[in-house]
């Protein structure tokens, strides 16, 4: 079982919304004295997210299963999460969540996209079973030019 999993629904390698993910992600590890995060990068997964026969998808959708503590990260694009990330977890079964406590992490242009954003993200873990937290994490514009404050801030707050 792995403690903590990261998913990152950027369509694109290395962006700020997965490196972000990725901070808040090594912190709670090390808060709670686990190794590093698995990643989940629907990026690297490319076209073979929409195959559900597909191995790697099928290990991504296994590793997301296994986690206890899920951290979901996505761009606000056209008004939403990314695309890539709901095909994604369209394949999981009902309740594929149960157990899980879901942190979403959203980056956008505006504080009202990304608030918008992080709802839709939550209400889709929610319909899949996650204990989703209170309230995730928005960084926007000027906020992800220094990730790991950004980073370092939530994970304080979500301790108190």
Do not use: C, W
């Not at 296994?62 to 977890?89: E, H, N, R, W």
């Not at 994490?137 to 992800?144: D, H, Q, R, S, V």
């Amino acid at each position: 079982m792995s403690e903590i999993v990261i998913v990152s629904g950027h369509p694109r390698s290395g962006s700020r919304t997965t490196k972000l993910a990725a901070e808040v992600g090594s912190r709670f590890a090390a808060r709670e004295g686990h190794g590093s995060p698995a990643v989940v990068d629907v990026a690297e997964l490319g076209a073979r997210v929409f195959r559900a026969d597909d191995r790697r998808t099928r290990r991504a959708l296994t590793t997301i299963q296994d986690a206890s503590v899920l951290i979901v990260a996505s761009p606000t694009l056209q008004g939403s999460y990314s695309g890539m990330l709901k095909v994604l977890f369209e394949q999981l079964p009902p309740n594929g969540l149960a157990g899980v406590v879901a942190i979403p992490v959203v980056t956008a242009g505006s504080q009202e996209q990304a608030d918008i954003t992080e709802a839709f993200l939550a209400r889709l873990l929610r319909e899949l079973g996650a204990d989703v937290v209170d309230f995730g994490l928005t960084a926007i514009g000027p906020e992800l030019s220094d990730l790991r404050a950004v980073a370092d801030q939530y994970t304080a707050a979500i301790a108190a």
